[in-house]
């Protein structure tokens, strides 16, 4: 298992399908891949949609996923067209890690990577490296991702409970989803609450549907130009 991949690069670029249930989620990671095109091109971005093209790795965010790291790996992994599958994650929960490497994933990824060594972890996994990166001290996004209500003020953590509340998402049920105790939850809660100006789950759920928290159902093919 390796934590530092290094692998040749090919000629021909690979072709990444980017998995989640936020538009926004996976655009920004769209956009973070970009400058790379030369050696990732993103063939397909899909919301609650099967991976249609053949590509050589999927990376599944697991922003707000009721089923984060079991059932969605799962389905990808059967996938005939997807070659490799990837977890893009903050929470390294070693259980999580082993549920995801046991269902057949080939890299567990950071969302702290740099853009350069997530290029360089994606290709690893292409070539059939199992590829796990270290679990970072404090988990902070890399520069240039993007989730619901980061305009707002919201961290990606803050914005995940937010979103899993508007899903209807009980305080146990987002524990139990994102690994968490419940006392970190609502901890979570009331910072966001008081950042988006509002006192009741009733009107947290009204401002997620009002601004961008419900899942999408949405496929972007040729992503600038992709195959």
């Not at 790379?36 to 099967?50: K, L, S």
């Not at 977890?87 to 995801?100: G, M």
């Not at 969302?111 to 972890?121: C, W």
Request: with cysteine.
């Amino acid at each position: 298992m390796n934590t530092v991949p290094s692998v040749a690069r090919d000629a021909e670029p690979l072709c990444v399908a980017l998995v989640d249930d936020y538009d926004v989620v996976v655009v920004g990671l769209a956009h973070l891949l970009d400058p790379y095109a030369d050696r990732v091109v993103v063939a397909e971005i899909d919301t609650n949609e099967n991976v249609l093209d053949d590509v050589d790795v999927v990376l599944y965010d697991t922003f707000a996923q009721p089923e984060a790291d079991h059932d969605d790996i799962d389905v990808l992994v059967r996938n005939p067209r997807a070659h490799h599958v990837a977890v893009y994650t903050w929470n390294f929960h070693p259980t999580l890690i082993e549920s995801a490497l046991s269902k057949g994933a080939h890299g567990y990824l950071s969302k702290t990577l740099p853009a350069a060594r997530l290029v360089d972890a994606i290709e690893s996994v292409a070539a059939g490296e199992v590829v796990v990166s270290a679990p970072p001290p404090r988990s902070r996004p890399t520069r240039g991702l993007d989730w619901p209500g980061r305009g707002d003020g919201l961290t990606d953590r803050e914005a995940e409970v937010l979103a899993l509340i508007t899903q209807g998402k009980s305080n146990v049920e987002i524990a139990a989803v994102m690994y968490l105790s419940i006392n970190t939850v609502k901890s979570y809660i009331r910072t966001a609450y008081r950042k988006i100006g509002v006192t009741t789950r009733r009107h947290a759920i009204l401002w997620g549907v009002q601004h961008g928290f419900t899942p999408d159902h949405h496929r972007i093919e040729h992503w600038r130009g992709g195959p």
